[in-house]
């Protein structure tokens, strides 16, 4: 069966021949244990004296220059090792949202700051530091917005490649530009975020707007280079829950969202949202607001898969489920990924609804214990879904 049938007929709650497995995005050393090292995402390369002179100097100017073909090519590898591996589906991400700011530091083009960092196998990695936008008038002054027409037609270019290259062997879920929430609350910091929303209303609105546009566009230019499934990430909780109220989530992001997979729809799409953290209390806001299933089930949080599959899984896809924090890596028994797998696809498979996968993406990654997991969904994901136990 054609990997993208098989995606979206379980996303419509169809069971086919099997249950489909899911691939997040990976990482430079989990791609390395499938296709080999590559120099390009070598962290080494940003700390040499030359390099470190040139990204003091140019980077923010010419950075991009440099940047953006890596970027690429490492995402084209990262789709070229979900399909060695035999996954069903892979989001593809089209980063263009980041920009060098000096040898130590990458930004974000909406306003926040990263270090630069190693990842423990000698790949560059990041981790947020602070943000940027700390009034309206920083907002105004902020002079790396995308060109957002500019930016979707970069978007089309790179999926019509990556589909021509892939897309009948893997199911391409798109992503381009992150999500509205997590990216203001980027850049006006977590503090100034519940300040922000009370007391400089018309910046946040306008912020949603700006995003919602970016969002909108970058996805309908991947339905023009043939993608059907849109994958927009939007974290909005902790580990323990919400990060805000959720009626105040609604409040701000909801009438957006809810244009957002209109749009997806109103084309023949389906639309998934990722959301790390225990998004119980969040659930039928997804739902509400057009979402056909999420990315959006962190094991390590409080949020209980088998639980959301009885209430929700006749309406709303769970994608993942297999924790990335001891399951996939080296210090797992293969016994336990396979029982893992038997478990999810036991309580989430029946009904369809359900993409099997990583929870996340993680540089310890174990690829071994991955195609564990591929092998055991194959055995055991067949349709119709017998009890193993």
Not at 22 to 38: A, H, N, T
Not at 290 to 319: C, L, M, Q
Request: glycine residues 10%; charged residues 25%.
């Amino acid at each position: 069966m054609d990997p993208t049938e098989r995606i979206v007929a379980a996303i419509e709650g169809k069971e086919t021949d099997r249950v489909p497995t899911f691939s997040y995005y990976l990482d430079s050393y989990p791609v390395e244990q499938v296709l080999g090292r590559s120099l390009l995402a070598r962290s080494f390369m940003l700390q040499n004296p030359v390099a470190g002179f040139f990204l003091n100097t140019l980077g923010r100017r010419f950075g991009g220059i440099v940047l953006y073909p890596v970027l690429d090519h490492l995402m084209m590898k990262s789709i070229e090792a979900a399909v060695s591996l035999g996954f069903d589906s892979v989001v593809g991400l089209f980063e263009r949202m980041f920009m060098i700011w000096d040898a130590k530091t990458m930004a974000r083009v909406t306003g926040s700051f990263y270090d630069i960092l190693d990842d423990g196998h000698g790949n560059s990695y990041y981790m947020y530091r602070g943000p940027a936008i700390d009034s309206p008038r920083a907002f105004d002054e902020w002079p790396y917005f995308p060109d957002i027409d500019d930016l979707s037609h970069q978007t089309y270019k790179f999926f019509k490649k990556a589909r021509s290259r892939f897309g009948d062997r893997i199911c391409l879920l798109g992503q381009s530009s992150f999500g509205i929430h997590e990216s203001i609350l980027w850049s006006v910091g977590f503090e100034r975020m519940a300040l922000f929303i009370r007391r400089e209303p018309e910046l946040i609105k306008r912020f949603i707007r700006l995003l919602e546009e970016i969002v909108m566009k970058t996805n309908m230019a991947m339905m023009d280079a043939g993608i059907r499934v849109i994958f927009d990430g939007d974290d909005f909780a902790f580990k323990t829950g919400p990060m805000m109220n959720p009626k105040i989530c609604n409040d701000l992001f909801g009438d957006s969202y809810r244009r957002i997979t209109k749009a997806v729809h109103d084309r023949g799409g389906k639309v998934l949202l990722h959301s790390c953290g225990d998004n119980t209390q969040m659930f039928d806001y997804f739902i509400d607001w057009g979402f056909d299933g999420g990315h959006a089930y962190e094991n390590t949080s409080n949020v209980d898969i088998f639980e959301e599959k009885k209430k929700h899984g006749g309406v709303f896809t769970i994608v993942g489920g297999v924790g990335v924090d001891y399951l996939l890596t080296t210090r797992s028994r293969p016994e336990e990924v396979e029982e893992k797998v038997i478990e999810l696809i036991e309580r989430c498979g029946p009904g369809g609804r359900f993409l099997i996968g990583p929870i996340h993406d993680h540089p310890d990654m174990d690829m071994e214990k991955v195609r564990l997991m591929i092998k055991a969904a194959h055995r055991y994901g067949k349709y119709p879904v017998a009890k193993m136990g």
